[in-house]
């Protein structure tokens, strides 16, 4: 690829749009960006740092710029529309939407778990859900170690998983102010919501196994940060000494022992991935609790893609 | 038993021992009611509808009347070292701390329940944890048709569960305002919090039965009302359709099926235990997902021991 880079951002006025720019901006300094959004924003000023950028139209009329790499955050129909016509030009678009992650041929990519499914890439790969990323990478190690047989979530989401609506409309006192929804995205006809579906079938394409995976989704009153309690049992017999030296020595994690643990507070602004409150499971062989955070904005969605361009170039 | 019965609250002025007094109103109206709090409270008028009180000191000088029931919601340490006063006068303590629930010879007691088990109390009976009382009642009528084999809980708990105080500290935005906490009450040597423990064992003891259960307790931003996430396996095997028509048919509960599904604010200020969100967890035989909200203030406390006293008398 050209040095320096040329970056797309297709949403880029939205919660994630503007932290992809944050992200970019700290981990990719050489690259030109280019922001995009819908009619709404465009023609707008966006300033960040010393920077400062006009929010271009997104129009099949305005796309003659060929770029590297476009990051995507402007939900499933942008995506279904617009990806294809990036990636005609020889642009690698990094999606962050649904859309295409359940497509075999699109790889769904965590880069601390399965960066080798890059190699494959058509010129689409997609982001996963925020929940998900947080939970695979806190799973990874356990997984490549011992074999994970099932894992239970339940999730503790933030309003900013919503956009940047949905945090307004908490600061305003509407939605989920002062209680807590178990229902996140649609509701399937099996009684599971789409949020829900999403953490299991997106746990399983990434580990690149068909591990039985069970979800509840919840919306907690707070703006920022998704925390997960996770039940796992692994596939091999362990100690809890044994899980406890490898989450130590896991480098794609900070780990929160003897006591000490991880709020979404904690994950705020940051780029990891927050574990703590290990604990033996007795009811159930090889099976522990686990509690995992992190910021859902940034790895949770912006930064993870970000990362996965940075594999890319 | 006398009639009217002569009924004392201790700890009137706390929340609990507030809405102690409102259900008693509502459910008991011919008792006669006096409130006991410590020397902070002692002196002070309480206003309840149309009834004026004066909390009287909590002391040992001033314990010469006989009362049929004493409600205590003030501490461990204050009922360890007050319910026995009570009980040799020959009043039927019901101790909403946790200071009796493990003493064998307590029963611990949830009316919709195991109400068998207060025939063998001894004058003093044990209210349950809050949490626990929304989820054994939720999961009763599974247990007595199909047994349990197995629980996982994942609880969503408000600020009021920690008192008056708690509240306060969320609304001027202090302590889990905008955050949420993996942590209630203090930690064990095994990771485990005793919130959590006494889910465990509570739920054992009130089944009657080795209930394989483990539990993960998080404080979220909320003033009323706890939810649980529960994962159950049954030793039955069974169906979606035959659970789904038991819970609709449980005058103990509120089911909401068909995606529809209660939120603590539903839960709010009512005496009854709301459950929906039924699902099949397909990563193994006979478990399911259910979601479970109540009032932890009615009855996850005040109103668990007035149905107890009601029976009583």
Partial sequence: MKNPPKIAIVGATGLVGRTMLQVLLQRIPNATI????????????????????TVQLLSTDNLSTEYDIALFSAGSNISRQYAPLFQQKGTIVIDNSSCWRQDSSVPLVVPQVNSQSLKNHKGIIANPNCTTIQCVVALNSLQKTFGIERIIYNSYQSASGAGANAIMQLQRQYGCYDNIIPHIDDFCEDGYTKEEHKMIFETQKIFEKNIATTATCVRVPIQYGHGVSINVQLSKKTSFEEIDQILKQDRNITYYNDNTYPTPKDAKGKDNVLVGRLRKDNTHDNCYNLWVVADNIRKGAATNAVEIAEILL
């Fill in 34 to 53: 280019s922001l995009y959004a819908s009619h709404k924003s465009a023609g707008s000023p966006i300033v960040e740092g010393e920077n400062k950028y």
